[in-house]
């Protein structure tokens, strides 16, 4: 599973892009958040608040209900502010 | 059309050519959203627009979509910069092209609303004071809300 992360998630994170294996347990994008909070300070202070994030499934927006899988690309970004 | 581009564009140039050659056009609206400094005592330096390559022009394209089955527009056009850019440089252009001008303005002002809450793009202003990620305001949410 391809993860792709902008803005503060990013940089929080410490990096804008990674390949993860989740376990079996991680069947939505809201539980690929919580897994990721477990990696260490920086996913958790990026993620361990979704009401700050939101989230899309190979480009397009999603909730953090939908279902990911092993060939999915999942994005984690703060709400939008273009314009 | 949309465009995610680094450089600028002239209105006038994109104007003419989506007119160039038509006589069906009644109505042609441009909205173009410019970096504002706003801030008294604090200046904006800079402001860096991070984009989604990929699904930005997506979006962009779903919103474009979206109102074309609204309105009857003879075209469409969203132009949205990213990168670095300075006070008073422009960041977005938006023009719809009707026959009667109702449709031009409604589209344009829901084109503008829907992109801001759905097209990824995250500013970061570079101020006098640091540097900080500009947060999501409600009102932009509320101005999307009232056309569903």
Do not use: C
């Not at chain 2, 003879?74 to 008073?88: K, M, N, Q, S, T």
């Not at chain 2, 009667?100 to 006098?128: C, G, I, N, Q, V």
């Amino acid at each position: 599973m391809k993860l792709l992360y902008f803005a503060w998630v990013r940089q929080k994170i410490g990096r804008s892009e990674e390949v993860v294996d989740p376990p079996a347990n991680v069947r939505t994008a809201g539980d690929l958040a919580a897994w990721l909070v477990l990696r260490g300070e920086g996913y958790a202070d990026a993620l361990a608040d979704l009401k700050r994030v939101r989230v899309a499934i190979n480009q397009e927006h999603a909730s953090f209900a939908a279902p990911v899988g092993a060939g999915d690309e999942v994005a984690f970004f703060p709400p939008v502010t273009g314009g | 059309m949309i465009r995610v581009q680094r450089q600028d564009f002239d209105v006038g140039t994109e104007i003419e050519a989506l007119t160039r050659g038509r006589t069906d056009v009644g109505a042609v609206v441009s909205f173009t959203g410019q970096v504002r400094d706003d801030a008294e005592g604090d200046r904006l330096k800079s402001m860096t627009l991070e984009h989604f390559p990929g699904m930005t022009e997506r979006e962009l394209m779903r919103v474009e979509e979206e109102a074309r089955v609204r309105w009857p527009l003879l075209d469409v056009l969203i132009v949205h910069r990213h990168g670095e850019l300075l006070p008073g440089d422009r960041i977005v252009l938006v023009a719809t092209l009707s026959h009667h001008r109702s449709d031009a303005f409604e589209a344009a002002l829901f084109l503008m609303d829907y992109l801001k809450t759905r097209a990824p793009f995250w500013k970061r202003e570079l101020r006098e004071s640091g540097e900080r990620w500009v947060e999501a305001r409600g009102s932009d949410d509320e101005a999307a809300a009232r056309w569903r």
